[in-house]
């Protein structure tokens, strides 16, 4: 079965601070894809990032970076110098070989708020 | 560019009214579909899923039901709602065909149910 774990529920700082938003997942695949989707207020999901399982290059985009480490089966995000606007609830989701259907499994999600 | 449109935004409706929320998407073809819902501060929940038109597959047993009627319309219905039909519903699209895609979602529906 297919799992993915986000411990934190909520976090606060203080807008400018960095903060990580710590992922980690399960499955029995050899093959799999991890995404990260940003939830604002207003309610959409939104697609951030999609990493397929043989490529552990961390990656960066603008203040937003992600961490993957196949040895601790984690997949965290880092958002460097908060804004105000970073202020959502973060869900990270797990595809495996699967069927045809591409099912995602989804963790709790992570609340985000940042103070100004 | 494919684009998915969910309507209506937000809808109160009684206890034992029927439902029925529509998606669309547009700009490409044979998509999967997908329909999720979510309970206040809660994590999402996949009612629904559709490869084809008329395939349904559910995700758990409830009250809800779900259509497919042309590749790229899917329909959520009830026929007597429950006060715990309460959430949020949001409607999702990927492509077919190489695996690891990522799914797209609508702006979602807040159902209230009185």
């Known amino acids: 079965a297919q799992k993915v774990t986000q411990a934190q529920t909520e976090i606060s700082v203080v807008e400018k601070e960095d903060v990580t938003l710590d992922c980690v997942y399960e499955t029995r695949d050899t093959t799999y894809y991890l995404f990260w989707y940003k939830q604002p207020p207003s309610g959409e999901l939104v697609f951030l990032i999609r990493r397929n399982s043989f490529d552990e290059q961390n990656e960066i985009s603008g203040r937003y970076s992600w961490n993957f480490q196949k040895s601790t089966s984690s997949f965290n995000f880092t958002i460097t110098a908060s804004q105000v606007v970073d202020s959502a609830v973060y869900f990270c989701?797990?595809?495996?070989?699967?069927?045809?259907?591409?099912?995602?499994?989804f963790g709790q999600g992570t609340r985000l708020t940042i103070n100004p | 560019s494919q684009t998915i449109h969910q309507w209506p935004a937000t809808l109160v409706q009684p206890v034992g009214s029927p439902l029925s929320l529509e998606c669309t998407v547009e700009g490409t073809s044979n998509p999967n579909l997908y329909w999720y819902r979510q309970a206040a501060g809660r994590g999402l929940q996949l009612l629904f899923y559709s490869v084809g038109i008329g395939q349904i597959s559910s995700e758990v047993p409830q009250n809800l039901s779900a259509s497919r009627p042309q590749d790229r319309q899917f329909i959520l219905s009830s026929k007597k709602l429950l006060l715990s039909d309460s959430g949020f519903y949001l409607c999702?699209?990927?492509?077919?065909?190489?695996?690891?895609?990522?799914?797209?979602f609508g702006d979602g529906t807040r159902l209230s149910i009185l």
């Open positions: 989701a797990l595809s495996g070989r699967g069927s045809r259907a591409q099912k995602l499994v």
């Open positions: 999702a699209w990927s492509t077919q065909g190489s695996r690891g895609q990522p799914q797209h």
